[in-house]
């Protein structure tokens, strides 16, 4: 799992059968002090996050597949979470 930020939202005029209904949102991860962390990734919003929000990200298949209720999905990735904060040891 990573930590994301919503940096977008996709359109797609077509798209997998399995994926009607659902938002595709760009997400870009994010390292533990809020820096970016590579590239920013689509994936499958399970939760109705938004651009800013900042976010739990799977990207393990099983997981994503599993948490938008779309078993034999070919995703891989899928946003599951709204992060409020996070606490490192003595870190706020």
Do not use: C, W
Not at 6 to 28: D, I
């Amino acid at each position: 799992m990573l930590i994301a930020r919503v940096v977008g939202e996709m359109v797609a005029t077509r798209k997998h059968p399995s994926h009607e209904g659902r938002n595709l949102l760009l997400v870009q991860p994010l390292e533990l002090d809020g820096s970016n962390r590579g590239d920013a990734v689509v994936a499958l919003d399970a939760i109705g996050a938004g651009i800013g929000d900042k976010v739990l990200l799977t990207t393990d298949g099983y997981a994503a597949m599993s948490s938008v209720g779309r078993m034999q999905s070919p995703i891989d990735m899928a946003v599951i979470g709204f992060i409020d904060r996070v606490d490192l040891d003595g870190m706020a």
